[in-house]
C-alpha cells in the first residue's frame, strides 16, 4: 500500500509541476500583455484561473493514479500523458509567446486526447474518466476563450 501512496503523490505532483511550470511563463504575461487584449464576452477575471485550475489539475492526476492502479492500462496512461503534455504546451504557446494561434493547436490537441482519455478511462475505470469531464468541460470554455483572443486580436 505504502507504494500506491507513494504513486498517488507522483501523479498528481507531476499535474502539480506541468500547473506551475504554466503559471510561471503566464505570471508575467498576465500583468503586461493579457490586459492589452480585447477579450471575448464571458471572459472571467484572471484570479479565477489558478484556483480552477489547481483543483483541475489534483483531479488529473488522481484519474490517472486510478487508472495506474488497474493491471493493463499502459496505453490509456500513455494517452493520459499527451493530454498532459498538450496541457503543458498552451500555456508558453498563449502567454509565453503571446501567439493565440498557436496556443487553439494545443488546445484542440488538448482536447482531442482528453476526450480520448476518457474514453480508455472508462473501459479501465470509470470513476476516473468521470474525474475527467470537468477537465474536458473547463478546457471546451478555454477553447472558446482562446478562438475569441485569436479572433478579436488578429492584426
Known amino acids: 500500500m505504502p507504494g500506491a501512496v507513494v504513486a498517488l503523490l507522483g501523479f498528481v505532483g507531476l499535474c502539480l509541476l ?3 511550470a504554466g503559471a510561471s511563463v503566464t505570471a508575467e504575461a498576465v500583468r503586461s500583455w493579457y490586459p492589452s487584449l480585447t477579450a471575448p464576452p464571458a ?3 484572471s484570479w479565477v484561473f489558478a484556483p480552477v485550475w489547481t483543483v483541475l489539475y489534483i483531479g488529473i492526476g488522481f484519474a490517472g493514479w486510478l487508472v495506474w492502479l488497474r493491471p493493463g492500462s499502459r496505453r490509456a496512461l500513455r494517452v493520459w500523458g499527451w493530454q ?3 496541457n503543458a504546451a498552451w500555456s508558453p504557446a498563449f502567454f ?3 501567439n493565440p494561434g498557436l496556443a487553439l493547436f494545443a488546445i484542440a490537441a488538448m482536447l482531442l486526447s482528453t476526450g480520448t ?3 480508455m478511462f472508462y473501459r479501465r475505470r470509470p470513476l476516473a474518466a ?3 469531464v470537468p477537465y474536458l468541460v473547463w478546457t471546451l470554455y478555454a477553447a472558446y476563450l482562446n478562438a475569441g483572443f485569436w479572433w478579436l486580436n488578429r492584426s
Open 18 to 20: 506541468v500547473g506551475a
Open 43 to 45: 471572459t472571467p477575471p
Open 84 to 86: 498532459l503534455a498538450a
Open 96 to 98: 509565453g509567446l503571446h
Open 117 to 119: 482519455t476518457i474514453g
Open 130 to 132: 468521470w474525474l475527467l
